[in-house]
């Protein structure tokens, strides 16, 4: 692997744990604050996608490690909106979701130039679990 690919390839999985890591510091902030009928849910639903962004960000970081980079510790820097409103939650998380999706997207054929299958493969399950939870919140959000 060129030097070039490797560092692009860890640029791009820095950039994918800044988001993991933002969307846990969003997640477990709106499972907090989510009221009224919809707290039964959603605060459950939030604070599984907490659990899954950790996970996420835990592949993340090892592929950097394995990569000998340097792994990232701040969130992405875009603002996590402040509401008790449970659409714009779910319209947050469906934004957040969604670049996710495209960031692993753009990271997948990085992997697949270096030829490390392993890696390819658990990247591919965070991808897909990403772009589930597109689709489940843009079923949430319909009216």
């Known amino acids: ?10 640029n791009a999985l820095n950039k994918a744990l800044a988001w993991e890591l933002r969307a846990i510091a969003m997640y477990a902030h709106y499972s907090a604050y989510v009221s009224g009928i919809h707290r039964l849910h959603l605060s459950n639903h939030f604070n599984n996608e907490v659990n899954e962004s950790v996970m996420h960000a835990s ?41 996710a999706a495209e960031t692993y997207g753009e990271i997948l054929p990085l992997v697949e ?13 965070v991808y897909f679990d990403e772009q589930r939870s597109v689709e489940e919140l843009r079923m949430m959000l319909k009216d």
């Open 1 to 10: 692997m060129s030097p070039t690919s490797k560092e692009n390839l860890v």
């Open 59 to 99: 592949t993340v970081r090892s592929a950097i490690v394995k990569l000998d980079g340097i792994a990232i510790t701040k969130r992405d820097k875009t603002e996590i909106v402040h509401t008790s409103n449970f659409k714009e939650m779910l319209s947050e998380a469906f934004d957040t979701e969604k670049k």
């Open 113 to 125: 130039e270096i030829g490390d299958t392993e890696l390819f493969d658990a990247l591919e399950v």
